[in-house]
């Protein structure tokens, strides 16, 4: 039967294990912020009286094979991470359990972040992993059932695109040039970030405060810095008309060992439908492939003009992302989760 406890550091070679067998393109957000935190914590995030300093700081769960509860002897089946914005990310692969084993496990998890009174503000994860999340949580909440609680909760397409010679070949248009984000107004871009937010994850109201973080991770480079060190790389570019007017932007969630995440793209209303996303999402990608810095690149999208500008560029559909996040964060109880989900046979 499989069981949980929480990782420390000194596991994280565990994680990376995992992330190698499914696939490091399957496993972009975890990877990315234990980057950023340069490792996991030695104890409970929460117990040491963690403050919400930034969005990678976390509690890591690991999911262990029959007699898990040790390193030891066994197999890491998956992960569950509780952030400091609430969001759980599930990496609970299809295969790596039956399906009453894995609903078993994963109300025991939840059950145990509700005896420690965590708060769930949304659910991350592969369609077939992080469904089941939001199927315990709307039987254990039956409020959740109606989607007015829920900002969003869709399944996107998750698209993949291994960069080739090919992608130098994308035609671009010659009246428009690229710049970087500095060389553009701030207001501009908070104005078209804040947009992207509530259009594409359903929020009321735009975290002003996350979007400046975000600009100021995308002015923070450097081209002096040493070819291949992170300050020389751009996480986004801007797309500027004939008459020098920012018209889309291309950028990068997180980058991990060659493979990247896209997000944003985006382009204002009014100037949209006339290719200048794919001109300069393609142009992102021909940097990356041109100074060897990225292999694959993955991204997420539902709306069809997306997709078809995605597959356009060359991406294609490998499943399907779900991201579930509420209106408001919910307070998890103990009591809320049953003891026995399913009958699971030995």
């Keep these: ?18 992330a190698a067998t499914i696939g490091r393109h399957r496993a972009m957000f975890l990877l990315n912020n234990l980057k950023v935190t340069e490792g996991l914590a030695s104890v409970d995030q929460y117990e ?3 403050t919400p300093t930034q969005a990678s700081e976390g509690d890591y769960y690991g999911i262990f094979g029959p007699g898990g509860e040790s390193v030891e002897g066994c197999q890491l089946a998956g992960v569950v991470a509780h952030f400091w914005n609430n969001n759980l990310v599930v990496q609970f692969p299809s295969d790596a359990a039956s399906e009453d084993t894995k609903r078993e ?6 059950r145990h972040l509700g005896e420690k009174c965590r708060m769930i503000g949304g659910v991350r ?29 869709a399944g996107d397409i998750f698209m993949e695109l291994h960069l080739s010679d090919s992608i130098m070949d994308f035609p671009t248009d010659a009246r428009c040039r690229h710049v970087l984000p500095k060389d553009v ?28 973080s975000r600009i100021d ?29 920012p018209v889309s932007i291309a950028g990068m969630s997180c980058r991990i060992d060659g493979v990247v995440q896209i997000g ?5 209303p009014e100037h949209r439908r006339k290719g200048y996303a794919r001109t300069i999402l393609a142009k992102l990608l021909q940097e990356e492939y041109r100074h060897g810095w990225t292999q694959q690149a993955v991204l ?47």
């Design 1 to 18: 039967m499989n069981s949980f406890r929480l990782l420390v550091r000194g596991d994280e070679p565990l994680i990376h294990d995992l």
């Design 105 to 110: 496990v994963l109300n025991k998890l939840l």
């Design 300 to 346: 997420m999208a539902d709306d069809p003009y997306a997709i078809r500008c995605y597959e356009a560029v060359g991406f294609r559909t490998t499943g399907h992302y779900r991201i579930a996040l509420l209106q408001n964060p919910l307070s998890l109880g103990e009591n809320a989760f049953a003891r026995d989900v399913v009958a699971v046979t030995e």
């Design 48 to 50: 040491k009286g963690w």
């Design 185 to 212: 107004p701030e207001e501009t871009m908070i104005s078209w970030l804040s947009d992207f937010e509530t259009s594409t994850l359903g929020y009321e109201e735009a975290n002003i405060p996350r979007i400046k």
């Design 264 to 268: 944003p793209v985006y382009t204002p």
């Design 125 to 153: 994860g592969h369609e077939e992993e992080a469904a089941v999340v939001v199927q315990l949580l709307q039987t254990a909440y039956p409020q959740l059932c109606d989607p007015s609680y829920w900002a969003c909760n």
């Design 217 to 245: 991770a995308y002015v923070q480079y450097d081209p002096d810095s040493p070819l291949h060190s992170p300050a020389a790389r751009p996480r986004a570019w801007v797309l500027v008309d004939e008459n020098n007017v």
